[in-house]
C-alpha cells in the first residue's frame, strides 16, 4: 500500500469497502473475496495469489467443485441428460462442435425445443464447421474418415438449417482447430474432449456446473468466445445445393 501510495481509507474508497475491512486484511490476516481480492491486487499493482496465498487452495477446490461427471467416452453419456439440460436452459445456449450431428439422430425433438426456447427469450449460439474449409478436410483425414466428416458436418449443417432467421438463434460457421466440442446451458456444460484420430462418440465428456471462485467452466466458455469471434453467418457461405441449381439454369 505505501509503494502504491494507498492509504487504508482510499483503498477502501477504490474497493467499495469499509475502512475496517481493509484494516483485516493486514490485522489478522482475512482473506477478502476473490473478485474483491482480484480488484486489491490490481490497484497494488501486485498477484492476489501473493498478497492472499489461501486464494490459491480456494480456487482449486472450487475448481474441483466445478466438475459434476466425468464419462470416458460421449455415447456414455444418458441421452436424457442432453434434452434434460437444453428443457432447463432460461438464458443462453451454446452449440459448438464440427458437426454435433448425434443431437438431432439421436433426440430428433431438439431442433423443434431450440425453438421453442428461442420463442421464450432465450439466446442461442450455433457453430458449427464449415465443411468446405481445409480444417475439416484434415481432421477427416486425422480421423481415418475423409470425406465421411465432411459429408457428417454437411448433413448436421442441414439438420440445423431451419434454425436459420429464427429470432434470437445466432448460426455461425468457424474453421478453427477444435481441441473440444462446447456444449452449454446456463450454468451448465458439456465438454466434448478431442484426442487425435479418436472419433468424437469415443472421446470423453466433461459434465462441468459453473461454481463461484472457480474458473474451469469460464475457461472453456472464454475459448467458445474465441471462436464465436473468428465464425461466420451461415447465410455467407454458398450451399451445395446453390452451385448445382446455378449449373442447371446455365
Not at 499493482?45 to 466438475?67: F, I, K, M, N
Not at 459434476?68 to 442432453?82: A, C, E, I
Not at 429464427?166 to 484426442?195: G, K, W
Request: proline residues 6%; glycine residues 6%; contains cysteine.
Amino acid at each position: 500500500m505505501q509503494t502504491a501510495g494507498l492509504t487504508t481509507q482510499k483503498l477502501a474508497g477504490e474497493l467499495g469497502v469499509d475502512p475496517k475491512t481493509v484494516e483485516r486484511w493486514i490485522t489478522r490476516d482475512t482473506v477478502p473475496h476473490r473478485t474483491t481480492a482480484l480488484s486489491a491486487a490490481r490497484l497494488l499493482g501486485s498477484q492476489a495469489a501473493y498478497l492472499w496465498p489461501a486464494l490459491e487452495d480456494s480456487r482449486t477446490a472450487a475448481s474441483e467443485a466445478e466438475v459434476v461427471g466425468f464419462y470416458p467416452h460421449r455415447h456414455l453419456v444418458p441421452k436424457s441428460m442432453w434434452l434434460d439440460l437444453l428443457r432447463g436452459a432460461q438464458r443462453e445456449i451454446v452449440l459448438m462442435a464440427y458437426a454435433s450431428l448425434f443431437l438431432p439422430e439421436d433426440n430428433p425433438e431438439s431442433i423443434r425445443l431450440l425453438r421453442e426456447k428461442a420463442a421464450a427469450g432465450v439466446r442461442i449460439r450455433i457453430a458449427l464447421g464449415d465443411p468446405e474449409t481445409p480444417e475439416i478436410a484434415l481432421r477427416g483425414v486425422e480421423e481415418q474418415l475423409y470425406d465421411g466428416l465432411v459429408g457428417r458436418v454437411r448433413m448436421a449443417i442441414a439438420y440445423y438449417r431451419p434454425l436459420l432467421g429464427v429470432p434470437n438463434i445466432d448460426f455461425r460457421l468457424h474453421r478453427t482447430t477444435l481441441y473440444n466440442s462446447v456444449f452449454m446451458y446456463d450454468e451448465e456444460m458439456l465438454v466434448n474432449q478431442h484426442a487425435y484420430g479418436v472419433y468424437g462418440y469415443r472421446a470423453p465428456i466433461l459434465h462441468l456446473r459453473r461454481c463461484e471462485g472457480g474458473d474451469l467452466f469460464d475457461m472453456y466458455a472464454e475459448s467458445f468466445e474465441r471462436v464465436w469471434e473468428t465464425a461466420y453467418p451461415h447465410e455467407a457461405v454458398r450451399s451445395p445445393s446453390a452451385s448445382v441449381q446455378e449449373a442447371a439454369g446455365r
